[in-house]
Every structure is written in C-alpha cells, then in structure tokens.
C-alpha cells in the first residue's frame, strides 16, 4: 500500500503562486495530480511518468508545471498565474502498476490510479 502525503496549499491572491508537494512511501511508475471543487466532479490537473512525460488539462497549460523527484519518491505542482477557478481540494494520485497508461491522456483520468492522498485546499480570492 503506498502512501501519499501533500503539502504546500493555502491561500492566494489572483495571479499569485503556490507549489504543491507530494511525498510517495515508494517509488512509484506514475503519479497525477487531481482537483474538486464542491459540488464539482474530481477533474485530472496534471501527470507524469516515471521517465517525466506529462500531460495537462488543457485550462492548466502554460501555467502550472508538474514535475518529479524519483530519488525522493515525490512530484511537485507548480502553480503560476493562479485563477479563483482553480479554487479547490488538489489530490494527489500514484500507482505502481507494470502497465502505465499508453497515451499520455490516461494519467488524467481517476481510474488510472489505485493510491490516492488526503487532499490539500487551494483557494485564490482577493
């Protein structure tokens, strides 16, 4: 059982920055990072591969960054030029399966991924 700890949410004016933070207990083959919002279905942000392809919704592009540490087991979220729309709950997602998702697509989708955190809240308001 893998376990994920975020950090790094909080509070932030429009147009601000936040980096989020997620610690895997092993190394795992792909990580993602997912967002609600309440009242709002659980939506895939960003993911990545082991070797570091990504992939992003496309109302995050240019603006947030994920990347990985495989030394430290952990993925981070760069968040730029923040919105009041990306106001919410940010999960992190890891699996370990031997078979990744083939297209690049899939590590935005909730099934992909058996390891899930508790969730840090992002909020962006003035």
């Known amino acids: 059982q893998v376990q994920l700890v975020e950090s790094g949410g909080g509070s932030v004016e429009p147009g601000g920055s936040l980096r989020l933070s997620c610690a895997a207990s092993?190394?795992?083959?792909?990580m993602g990072w997912f967002r609600q919002a309440p009242g709002r279905e659980r939506e895939g942000v960003a993911g990545?591969?082991?070797?570091?392809?990504?992939s992003y919704v496309e109302s995050v592009e240019g603006r947030f960054t994920i990347s990985r540490d495989n030394a430290k087991n952990t993925v981070y979220l760069q968040m730029n030029s923040l919105r009041p729309e990306d106001t919410a709950m940010y999960y992190c997602?890891?699996?370990?399966?031997?078979?990744?998702?083939?297209?690049?697509?899939?590590?935005?989708?909730?099934?992909?991924?058996?390891?899930w955190g508790q969730g840090t809240q992002v909020t962006v308001s003035s």
């Open positions: 092993e190394y795992t083959k792909y």
């Open positions: 997602a890891a699996d370990t399966s031997s078979t990744p998702p083939f297209r690049s697509s899939g590590l935005l989708l909730p099934s992909t991924y058996r390891y």
């Open positions: 990545i591969y082991s070797g570091g392809r990504d």
